[in-house]
Nanobody, 124 residues
């Protein structure tokens, strides 16, 4: 049973930082692409960042480039999203996802496994 469990969300003032974690279990993720997505109320789910579990290739949405960093810790089977210089428009439910497609993709439907989400709220 594949499980992705996010944590680390919360309420933060604009300009602040948060680090989201995604604990993965149930299989070996070394050949997977791991992604972070977000969804604000009334909006579609949008791509935030992604990386190969076993490599250094990463991709970021233009809206977060330079502020967010995706990383992993193999020993803990965990993927992180470090979010700095947060803005009110970053407020959303953030999801971790895993894809077996062998290229980094920004399309939510290409990701087979999803976590339950963690809420990030940025106040102005």
């Amino acid at each position: 049973q594949v499980q992705l469990v996010e944590s680390g969300g919360g309420l933060v003032q604009a300009g602040g930082s948060l680090r989201l974690s995604c604990a993965a279990s149930g299989r070996t993720f070394s050949s997977y692409v791991m992604g972070w997505f977000r969804q604000a109320p009334g909006k579609e789910r949008e791509f935030v960042a992604a990386m190969w579990w076993s490599g250094d290739s990463t991709s970021y949405a233009d809206s977060v480039k330079g502020r967010f960093t995706i990383s992993r810790r193999n020993s803990k089977n965990t993927v992180y999203l470090q979010m700095n210089s947060l803005k009110p428009e970053d407020t959303a439910l953030y999801y971790c996802a895993a894809s077996k497609v062998p290229v980094i993709t920004t399309t939510p439907s290409r990701y087979e496994y999803w976590g339950q989400g963690t809420q990030v709220t940025v106040s102005s």
